[in-house]
């Protein structure tokens, strides 16, 4: 039987001063076949070989805090999915935006890989491309096991971004690579003004930070963190794919 890699894509970025939650009719979503078509990994996957799930693909534009409604019907899909495919499935990729909130809930990434983690077990490796302006807690790391972040700002590399999540996955369910995820948290927050890949600081953040992925290091994701997501774990962190 041929192994297979569910997919799935939720992005929208939370600003907690916005008086307008964001709601189910503010994603754009694609299903089945659409959402095939607008994945840049799934020709990857296919190549090497491995049957793909869809599941939901869903954008919007930023918001307040998604209503904790709208949350669970864009988890449903993923979730059911894993359920359903569990014994076909080989790995996972979820693109997220990594500064989603929910309301009473917090971190929506947390909650979808922590749903998918409970139904899979630790070991189905999870791939993860973010955002470079994701606010994450700690929990994550045990959630996860690649993650890689846009470089730049303008987010230009989002599509290589993805690309680079979905080839360490196949490294790893090829046997060449056995990642492990390391969170660094920078007790700072950066101001938007300050986050543009193209000028300082960050050019020399950012460059150094793709300087380091050599050898073990499989994936350096720098996140400076969304500066308007009113969260206790909101600051900017390092996460290191390494073997």
């Given at each position: 039987m041929k192994k297979k890699?569910?997919?799935g894509s939720i992005l929208c970025e939370t600003n907690s001063f916005s008086p307008s939650p964001g709601t189910e009719a503010d994603f754009t979503i694609d299903r089945g076949d659409a959402m095939l078509d607008a994945c840049p990994v799934v020709p990857i996957f296919e190549a090497a070989g491995f049957g793909v799930v869809p599941t939901i693909r869903a954008h919007a534009l930023p918001s307040g805090p998604v209503t904790a409604a709208t949350y669970e019907a864009l988890r449903a899909p993923i979730l059911t999915a894993a359920a359903?495919?569990?014994?076909?499935?080989?790995?996972?990729w979820l693109d997220l935006h990594g500064a989603m909130e929910v309301e009473s809930l917090g971190s929506g990434e947390l909650g979808f890989l922590q749903g998918v983690r409970s139904i899979l077990g630790p070991a189905i490796p999870i791939a993860v491309p973010m955002d470079f302006h994701a606010s994450l807690p700690d929990e994550i790391v045990d959630a996860c096991d690649i993650i890689t972040a846009y470089k730049?700002?303008?987010?230009e590399d989002y599509i290589?971004?993805?690309?680079?999540a979905g080839d360490l996955l196949l490294a790893r369910l090829q046997g060449r690579v056995e990642p492990r995820l390391l969170m660094i948290r920078i007790p700072a927050i950066v101001d938007g003004n300050f986050v543009l890949t193209g000028i300082s600081p960050q050019k020399e953040i950012m460059?150094?930070?793709?300087?380091?992925?050599?050898g073990d290091i499989l994936s350096n994701a720098f996140f400076a963190c969304q500066p308007w997501v009113n969260t206790p774990y909101n600051s900017?962190?390092?996460f290191v794919t390494y073997q």
């Open positions: 890699i569910l997919i359903e495919h569990k014994d076909e499935l080989a790995g996972v730049t700002a303008p987010h290589d971004t993805q690309k680079r460059a150094y930070i793709a300087e380091q992925e050599t900017a962190t390092v």
